[in-house]
């Protein structure tokens, strides 16, 4: 059983200029989900690719990673890391 959650950041593929930042403890379905258009926020860009995901086995450590990226600085932070 895989004990881990992941905080991912998928660049669109059609419009490389477009990221989305989420959590997940399954990445290879949620990115389907993500191409199926399943998810409202990342149907208009899809097809989507993961550029980066780190995975955390402390929960608590990966939903606070995710809010960060998701800042003013986080998404900097994103930008020059990853």
Same mark, same amino acid.
């Given at each position: 059983?895989?004990?881990?959650?992941?905080?991912?950041?998928? /660049?669109?593929?059609? *419009?490389?200029? #477009? *990221?989305?930042?989420?959590?997940?403890?399954?990445? /290879?379905?949620?990115?389907? &989900?993500?191409? /199926?258009?399943?998810?409202?926020?990342?149907? #208009?860009?899809?097809?989507?690719?993961? #550029?980066?995901?780190?995975? *955390? /086995?402390?929960?608590?450590?990966?939903?606070?990673?995710? &809010?960060?990226?998701?800042?003013?600085?986080?998404?900097? *932070?994103?930008?020059?890391?990853?």
């Amino acid at each position: 059983m895989n004990n881990f959650k992941y905080v991912y950041i998928l /660049q669109s593929e059609k *419009f490389p200029d #477009k *990221f989305y930042t989420g959590i997940t403890v399954d990445l /290879q379905s949620r990115l389907i &989900k993500h191409n /199926q258009g399943q998810v409202t926020s990342t149907k #208009k860009y899809k097809p989507w690719k993961i #550029k980066n995901a780190i995975a *955390f /086995q402390d929960h608590d450590k990966a939903n606070n990673f995710e &809010k960060y990226l998701k800042t003013g600085s986080g998404r900097t *932070f994103s930008i020059r890391h990853f």
